[in-house]
């Protein structure tokens, strides 16, 4: 089993940091991608950045700029830098990784349990 475990969410004024954090634990050989999604309400979840574990990252139009992705292969930690807040990126967000858990298994997705990111006009 593998469990993905955010941290970091909270309230922020506009034109505020907050920085996101998600540690992959439980049952991995490896991770390929991972990333972080948010949904606002009434809203379809939407991707917000990816990077595999060569460190390509692909981000959404509207957090270029302002939010960077990184993450700790040997932590099995992603990580989201969100500088620059916006109301508009008021949202739930979610970590998502791509996942191998053992040597014969196949790739599967896993998601967090979702972190409150709040940003105040």
């Known amino acids: 089993q593998v469990h993905l475990v955010e941290s970091g969410g909270g309230l922020e004024q506009a034109g505020g940091t907050l920085r996101l954090s998600c540690a992959a634990s439980?049952?991995?050989?490896?991770?390929?991608?991972m990333g972080w999604y948010r949904q606002a309400p009434g809203k379809q979840r939407e991707l917000v950045a990816r990077i595999t574990s060569g460190g390509t990252t692909n981000y959404a139009d509207s957090v270029k700029g302002r939010f960077t992705i990184s993450r700790d292969n040997a932590e099995n930690t992603v990580y989201l830098q969100m500088n620059s807040l916006k109301p508009e990126d008021t949202a739930v967000y979610y970590c998502?990784?791509?996942?191998?858990?053992?040597?014969?298994?196949?790739?599967?997705?896993?998601w967090g349990q979702g972190t409150q990111v709040t940003v105040s006009s």
């Open positions: 439980g049952s991995i050989f490896m991770i390929e991608n």
């Open positions: 998502n990784a791509e996942v191998r858990p053992t040597r014969w298994s196949r790739m599967d997705d896993y």
